[in-house]
C-alpha cells in the first residue's frame, strides 16, 4: 500500500511539473518569435528534472510606445516530457526578463481545468509591460511556478528554473 502510494505520489509530481510547464500557452499570430529553453524543476519526491520547453512569445503593439502598455502572450507548443497522471486543475506564473534600453522583469499568467493523463498540456499566459526607455529590448524566459491539483496529493507547487544560455524569446522595438 505504501509503494503504491508513494509511486503515484512521484507520477503526481512529474505530472505537475510536466503539466504546469505546458500550461503556459496562447494562440500565437505568424509574426510570433519561436524560442526553445531548457528549465531546471524541482519535483516533490522526486528531485530536479530538465525539461525543454518549445513554444512562441508575441509582444503587441510592436513597436511599441514609452509609456504605453505592451502586452504579451506566451504559447508553449511542446514539453519534452509527458504527463502520467491526471492533473484536476492548474495555474502558473512565469517571470519574463527584459535587457537592452531597459532592464526590467514582469509576470505572465494563466490557468486551465482538467488535463488527462498522458495528454499534452496547453493553456494560456498572459500579462502586460509598460516600456520607459526607447530602444530595442529583449525579452527572455526566467523563473516558473507551477501550482497543480491532483488526486490524493492536494495542490502541489513546481518551481522551475530556466538553464543558460537563456535564448531570446521575443525582441520589442519602443520608440
Known amino acids: 500500500m505504501t509503494r503504491s502510494l508513494a509511486r503515484r505520489v512521484a507520477a503526481a509530481s512529474t505530472v505537475l511539473a510536466i503539466g504546469g510547464l505546458g500550461a503556459l500557452a496562447v494562440q500565437a499570430p505568424a509574426h510570433a518569435s519561436d524560442f526553445s529553453a531548457a528549465y531546471t524543476c524541482d519535483i516533490p519526491l522526486s528531485g530536479s528534472q530538465t525539461v525543454t520547453i518549445t513554444g512562441t512569445l508575441t509582444a503587441s503593439p510592436n513597436p511599441s510606445t514609452v509609456g504605453t502598455s505592451t502586452h504579451f502572450a506566451l504559447h508553449i507548443s ?11 486543475s492548474w495555474s502558473a506564473t512565469a517571470a519574463l526578463d527584459t535587457t537592452g534600453a531597459q532592464t526590467a522583469s514582469f509576470s505572465v499568467s494563466g490557468s486551465g481545468g482538467s488535463v488527462p493523463a498522458n495528454q499534452p498540456i496547453t493553456g494560456d499566459l498572459s500579462g502586460d509591460w509598460t ?23 492536494g495542490t502541489l507547487t513546481i518551481p522551475c528554473t530556466p538553464n543558460s544560455p537563456r535564448p531570446v524569446a521575443e525582441t520589442l522595438t519602443v520608440n
Open 78 to 88: 511542446s514539453l519534452s516530457l509527458s504527463s502520467p497522471v491526471a492533473i484536476n
Open 131 to 153: 516600456p520607459t526607455a526607447a530602444g530595442t529590448d529583449q525579452v527572455q524566459g526566467g523563473d516558473v511556478t507551477v501550482k497543480a491539483s491532483v488526486s490524493l496529493l
